[in-house]
């Protein structure tokens, strides 16, 4: 994916990355990072600090590329309340983000040339990439195509009505062949209406207990698979945003076997948190998908394993404070994400740290074009030239989960309170340290 705002990158300060071990595509290896103008210079087994260079001490920890998420909701515009490009992206950094994908439905929806421009006007001063994502539809409503054309021209890659599933299977088959030809991605919020009602938790043992009104797992697993069918027949290419049952990773598992382009991404809620989690009626807890059982948990966690499942995206949605007081069913769904993804992989998923930092930064980065490949400089190795954005990870460090101190203008995290393992010590954004000792620099 192209640059689409225009902004170059800056010269920087020169800043030498001390101690760490680099960890990307290529491997691992001990090494020291000299960063200036804005890119890696070198990376040497030890590098002598030039005069006047910014140090970065990285002993015991992990340089990798900066993390990429496929999944960001910043509100902004509409409901800057909750949250804004600056400070959704300033979570991303104390993250370890250097890229998120925003999603379109904001207020008005991002579904028009003017909408994206403005947002990518926005983010000339945010302290991570923001690439647009475009609505498929106009107004999310599923009703007729949004002029995909002209947002390509734009630089827009993704496409989703995410917070709504395309219900109409002939409009999400024309949208796939028209997609096809832009040569950009539809992304499916997979969720059949029919089914889903006004469901606000999973259907079964629990939404039973608590006389909570509960979605079935079919009505995601039943878009999946139309959605399968319909890639089959247009030879186009999907992205499943957000999956949350067995049977949809399954189906993701026997897609990728017949050979169909077809991704998937998971949050983090759905590898960390069951369905039990809802017992106290708390609507921290209520997403969209649901909480699941445990059985959906462990298949979540063995498609990461496995490779069928090809990223982990946050999800974050940001709500303001007063949406806590409302009942479960009428709380809006979704929780805060950024800065607590990569201590969950961590802490919660028996994986290898380059295998968890291939699901956080290279592969998100190549499914939308963000890579070195398609021009973005994201999640590529770390080596002379490359563009500048790294992240620098204690992987033994702990931390406890204290919703007042999120960079976020809301306070919706589930995990309030937690302890982590995992957490990011530097984040340098196109040369520039935006994080230094876990602490936001602007």
């Known amino acids: 994916m192209t640059e689409r705002t225009g902004r170059t990158a800056p010269s920087g300060p020169t800043l030498v990355i001390r101690g760490g071990t680099v960890s990307d595509t290529t491997g691992e290896r001990r090494a020291d990072v000299l960063v200036a103008d804005g890119k890696v210079a070198s990376v040497e087994e030890r590098i002598e600090s030039p005069r006047g260079a910014v140090v970065l001490e990285a002993e015991g920890c992990i340089v990798a590329p900066g993390l990429v998420d496929l999944h960001t909701h910043l509100r902004e515009p509409g409901r800057e309340e909750t949250e804004t490009i600056e400070t959704g992206t300033r979570a991303a950094a104390l993250g370890g983000y250097t890229a998120v994908v925003a999603m379109p439905n904001t207020d008005p929806p991002l579904d028009s040339a003017e909408a994206v421009r403005n947002v990518q006007e926005l983010s000339l001063s945010a302290t991570a990439e923001v690439a647009v994502a475009g609505a498929i539809t106009v107004g999310r409503l599923g009703e007729r195509l949004a002029p995909m054309a002209e947002l390509a021209g734009l630089g827009v890659r993704l496409f989703t009505d995410d917070g709504a599933g395309v219900q109409s299977a002939g409009l999400m088959r024309r949208a796939l062949e028209y997609a096809r030809g832009l040569g950009v991605i539809l992304a499916q919020h997979c969720e059949d209406g029919s089914l889903a009602c006004d469901g606000a938790m999973h259907e079964g043992a629990w939404s039973s207990r608590l006389g909570i009104p509960g979605m079935p797992a079919a009505a995601e697993e039943v878009m999946v698979a139309r959605d399968i069918a319909l890639t089959r027949a247009t030879a186009g290419r999907i992205h499943f945003l957000h999956l949350s049952t067995a049977v949809s990773i399954e189906m993701v598992r026997r897609a990728k076997a017949e050979g169909l382009a077809v991704t998937a991404e998971v949050a983090p809620h759905h590898f960390s948190l069951t369905e039990a989690a809802t017992a106290g009626f708390d609507p921290l807890f209520r997403v969209n998908p649901p909480l699941r059982p445990a059985s959906d948990v462990e298949a979540v966690k063995l498609g990461l394993a496995d490779g069928t499942v090809d990223a982990i995206a946050t999800d974050h949605a940001p709500h303001a404070p007063e949406s806590r007081d409302l009942p479960f069913d009428q709380a809006p769904p979704g929780m805060l994400g950024l800065q607590t993804a990569l201590a969950l992989a961590v802490s919660e998923l028996d994986l290898p740290l380059q295998r968890v930092l291939a699901l956080l930064s290279w592969q998100p980065a190549a499914l939308v074009g963000l890579d ?30 204290d919703p007042s101190a999120l960079a976020s203008r809301s306070r919706n995290t589930p995990y309030a309170g937690r302890r982590l393992t995992g957490q990011v010590r530097h984040t340098v954004f196109r040369g520039e340290p935006v994080v230094i000792d876990a602490e936001a620099q602007r």
């Open 372 to 401: 070195p490949i398609g021009g973005g400089g994201q999640g590529g190795p770390i080596v002379p030239g490359a563009p500048a954005n790294l992240c620098v990870i204690d992987p033994t460090a702990t931390w406890t989960v």
